[in-house]
């Protein structure tokens, strides 16, 4: 069985492509050190993304395993997006268009091939949840949300492309909510990098009106910025940041989710919405604290709400303030400005 012989490759987060002529691929790799009770004490490899193909028994290997997508310390690597994992593959207008999370563990990447067997050409960034990489910014440290490893691929539905990935919740990186943002393409037919949005599958624009919840904020960071969930201790060393949680275990059908703890400059940011005629704000919050919430259209920018805030309590509660942002697609940001900590359950436009 391949994987199973000390000097095989690691066989992790693997996917299959069966291509039109009914030849069958295997994808696989990992690029960190392989845990020896993952390989059953056996000396894997993992120098990276790496083809079998197989025959339609989809059990035995025709050929292969070839190394596609080395790591960055391997030569002939993506620079600055080398491969790490999250192997997908998907056929785009005919060609062969490879998903991966890069060596970042934060973004998912693009590289397409004329043969499934490659070679394969490096496109760019499909999506980073700190929306790094995009507009020139490289660095973490202004990253919009918190950052950890995440998966997943792309599909068209109807005349649109989508990426879907996943994000990070309760401080680490093993809790995950999904995500989708719709892609563009560009002229030569790859993607461009989408921005992360709250509008998922909407299609664009939310309604400027209604009732929304917290947890479908894309911006969330605390008065000192955001972090990187992959570190040691990251529920110790983050005590004082937001992060996403709920209040009933995976499996309940009703929706928990929210924001926690929100302290004196944290940001929950939404994009976006169509605004018109809006004039109130409702949020619901509840912990112990005592200051304003302010809202505005960008992070930084002049408020157009102030929400006084003086709470103790366990209990959800409503506040409300007038709230006149000009009609338009507009983003919408509460930034927190006081002592103690909230809760930020959801939101309400009227």
Known sequence: MWGTRSGEPFPFDPCILTDEDGRVWLYSGFATRVPAIASGFRRLTNEGGVVLELEPDMITIRSGPTLLFPTKKQPGHFPDHAFFEASSIRKVDGRYCFVYSSQHNHELCWAMADSPAGPFTFGGTLVDMGDLFLNGNTDERKAVNYLGNTHGGIEKI?????????????????????????????????????????????????????????????????????????????????????????????????????????????????????????????????????????????????????????????????????????????????????????????????
């Open 158 to 350: 109807g005349e649109d492309w989508y990426v879907f990935y996943h994000r990070q919740t309760n401080r680490h990186s093993y809790s995950r909510q999904g995500c989708a943002e719709r892609l563009t393409r560009t002229p030569e037919g790859g993607f461009r990098q989408a921005e992360v949005t709250s509008c998922g599958l909407n299609g664009g624009p939310l309604e400027g009106r209604g009732r929304y919840p917290a947890r479908i904020a894309c911006q969330l960071y605390s008065g000192q910025g955001s972090a990187r969930y992959d570190i040691r201790f990251p529920r110790l060393r983050l005590a004082g940041h937001p992060y996403f949680t709920q209040e009933t275990p995976d499996g309940e059908q009703t929706d928990t989710q929210y924001i926690a703890n929100l302290r004196n400059g944290a940001v929950a940011g939404f994009k976006y919405f169509r605004l018109a005629g809006l004039q109130t704000v409702e949020v619901e919050l509840r912990g112990r604290a005592t200051g304003e919430l302010l809202v505005a259209d960008t992070p930084d920018g002049a408020s157009a709400a102030v929400i006084p805030v003086r709470l103790h309590t366990r209990q959800w509660t409503t506040l409300r303030a007038t709230c006149p942002l000009p009609d338009g697609d507009s983003a919408l940001c509460f930034r927190y400005k006081g002592k103690g900590r909230l809760d930020f359950r959801a939101f309400t436009l009227a």
